[in-house]
């Protein structure tokens, strides 16, 4: 199974029953193994919290130290043909700042989540 729809289908298991979720997006290069998937939805903090505990994630500092390059620890806007939002909403738009980042990493794999305005921001990639 290729890795944006796996992931997309792993957040289904934690993403809240009825969350409206306002922007989705994924990308495979096919032949290589890079993939992102993107997810913003609207949550409570209640439910973020949890959401942070089945994903594994932990509080992103200036001093933590990873396995792979920080570089790849980004709320850059999106980039190429990625899915257009639904209609009426607004698109990928999370502010750069990574104060208040959870993060899990584990080789050339990220997922990284934010609680920000009321919205679940969420990233999955490879590289």
């Not at 290729?2 to 922007?23: I, N």
């Amino acid at each position: 199974m290729a890795f944006a729809m796996a992931t997309q289908l792993k957040a289904q298991d934690w993403l809240p029953k009825g969350a409206d979720v306002c922007y989705r997006s994924q990308y495979e290069d096919g032949f290589l193994p890079d993939a992102t998937f993107r997810l913003k939805a609207k949550v409570t903090k209640e439910q973020f919290d949890t959401i942070v505990k089945k994903i594994g994630a932990t509080p992103h500092t200036e001093a933590r130290k990873y396995t792979d390059d920080k570089a790849w620890l980004s709320w850059s806007p999106e980039r190429g043909g990625d899915l257009k939002p639904r209609k009426g909403r607004k698109n990928w738009d999370p502010e750069d700042d990574l104060s208040s980042t959870f993060v899990r990493q584990e080789k050339d794999y990220w997922q990284f989540v934010k609680f920000e305005g009321g919205f679940l921001y969420y990233v999955a990639l490879n590289h």
